[in-house]
């Protein structure tokens, strides 16, 4: 069981917005504002798409935008287009432990229908 | 650039040692606020978070598998290396090397990737 739960699937037809939310607690989501989302094709390593909530790295379409509200953060996709149908995985720096850690969602599988 | 790759064993048995070696290229460990992470994916499953240091030779460890857990690093290589102990099948996964960086104040995203290594853990 993952520490940040994720829906395990959404779905979207080309052009629609979709959302996916990411709920973890005080201690992570909620504490920090080093909330990020990966994109995932299948056999295809992780790519940062979000960092710090709400930014985007260059070279990130601005069709993705982040959001967070107490301890839920959420990733949204405008203007869905074919490639962006892939597992999104949000991760949260956490101190539960007191030492610096970092947890992850379940994933989040996109369709583009 | 940016670059990182994986390497180590495909195949391990149970209870054997896991010695996993991160090559990179494109920054140093000897800078200020450079990091390596590694992060694993059981297959079909979610991603973990599992370890990391950095250039001041500070480690952390995932809090369920520190017990298992090494992290080393050798600056003149540009190399990480993970070890994991006691290797059970619940284990096999594809073992992650990321680039992390830290600042002041707090802390940048993995923000490169290697592409990964599947590791089977089976007798």
């Known amino acids: 069981q993952s520490a940040l739960t994720q829906p395990a699937s959404v779905s979207g037809s080309p052009g629609q917005s979709i959302t996916i939310s990411c709920t973890g607690t005080?201690?992570?989501?909620?504490?920090?504002?080093?909330v990020s989302w990966y994109q995932q094709h299948p056999g295809k390593a992780p790519k940062l798409m979000i960092y710090?909530?709400?930014n985007r790295p260059s070279g990130v379409s601005n069709r993705f935008s982040g959001s967070k509200s107490g301890n839920t953060a959420s990733l949204t996709i405008s203007g869905l287009q074919a490639e962006d149908e892939a597992d999104y995985y949000c991760?949260?720096?956490?101190?539960?432990?007191?030492?610096?850690?970092?947890?992850f969602g379940g994933g989040t599988k996109l369709t583009v229908l | 650039q940016v670059t990182l790759r994986e390497s180590g064993p495909a195949l391990v048995k149970p209870t054997q040692t896991l010695t996993l070696t991160c090559t990179f290229s494109?920054?140093?460990?000897?800078?200020?606020?450079?990091?390596v992470s590694w992060i694993r994916q059981p297959p079909g499953k979610a991603l973990e978070w599992l370890a990391l240091?950095?250039?001041?030779?500070?480690?952390y460890y995932s809090t369920s598998l520190k017990t298992r857990l090494t992290i080393s690093k050798d600056t003149s290589k540009n190399q990480v290396v993970l070890t994991m102990t006691n290797m059970d099948p619940v284990d096999t996964a594809t073992y992650y090397c990321?680039?992390?960086?830290?600042?002041?104040?707090?802390?940048?995203?993995?923000?490169?990737w290697g592409q990964g290594t599947l590791v089977t853990v089976s007798s």
């Open positions: 990321a680039r992390i960086r830290r600042y002041s104040s707090g802390w940048y995203p993995l923000d490169y």
């Open positions: 494109g920054f140093s460990l000897s800078t200020s606020g450079m990091c």
């Open positions: 240091i950095d250039w001041d030779d500070d480690k």
């Open positions: 005080s201690s992570d989501v909620g504490g920090y504002n080093y």
């Open positions: 710090d909530v709400s």
């Open positions: 991760s949260s720096y956490t101190s539960s432990s007191t030492l610096p850690n970092w947890v």
